[in-house]
């Protein structure tokens, strides 16, 4: 290799890494990583129960609630961010650990299987408020949020 393609291909691995730095959301891995920063950082948690890809209101909820600027910049200010995710096709399975995690979670906060059902907790795991879906402005469905932890 040239020392142009090097600089070449070292800028391109830069520019993905910012890019994807500046569009990824803030979901922590885990279930004890979301509460551990909730009680750290004194900030409320999302927990959300979805189904990646099978659930449609799950997925519009991904595309027009989660991956907004709006949301993305407010949450990361605001919340901490866990998404209990239940996908159903082998390509996107969980790794058995988070799968099992998942599935407590479930019992202890969605033991009647709603999907998709976004939960806000205390640092204490205390339910503050339930919500869904629901077909509105990120504003909207922030204020909502909100409104259950005031």
Sequence with gaps: MTITEVMRNSLLVFTLL?????FSQNWEETYSDAIAKSKAQNKPLILVFSGSDW????????????????FKTYAKASYV?????????????????????????????????????VIVLDAK????????????????YLSK?????K
């Design 125 to 140: 795991e205390e339910v503050l408020g339930k919500t869904g879906y629901a077909n509105s402005s990120p504003k909207e």
């Design 18 to 22: 910012i890019c994807t730095s500046v």
């Design 81 to 117: 961010l866990y998404k209990a995710d239940f996908p159903r096709k082998k390509a996107n399975r969980l790794s058995a650990e988070l799968q099992v995690q998942n599935e407590k979670l479930a019992e202890k906060y969605n033991p009647k299987g709603y999907f998709p059902l």
């Design 145 to 149: 949020l909100n409104a259950f932890i």
């Design 55 to 70: 659930c449609a209101p799950c997925i519009k909820l991904d595309q027009k609630i989660w991956q907004s600027e709006e």
